[in-house]
């Protein structure tokens, strides 16, 4: 069937071998492409090297976007 497209982002995590395989969903203007990756992936290696802390529910979004 045909899946209803959003434009919420949308995180998958999955099981594999190697540990867990995490993906990313997000529409964002392309000026600010870099700096909305830049600030993924400095959360995900902040939970990766403090697990214990509590994750933030979002990211900060610029008043740009």
Do not use: H
Not at 37 to 64: H, T, W
Request: glycine share 4%.
């Amino acid at each position: 069937g045909t899946r209803v497209f959003s434009a919420k982002p949308a995180a998958d995590l999955r099981p594999s071998p190697a540990g867990l395989v995490v993906t990313m969903r997000y529409i964002t203007r392309a000026p600010l492409r870099y700096e909305v990756k830049s600030r993924l992936f400095k959360s995900i290696v902040e939970l990766m090297q403090n697990p214990d802390k509590p994750a933030a529910k979002s990211l900060p979004v610029s008043d740009n976007i």
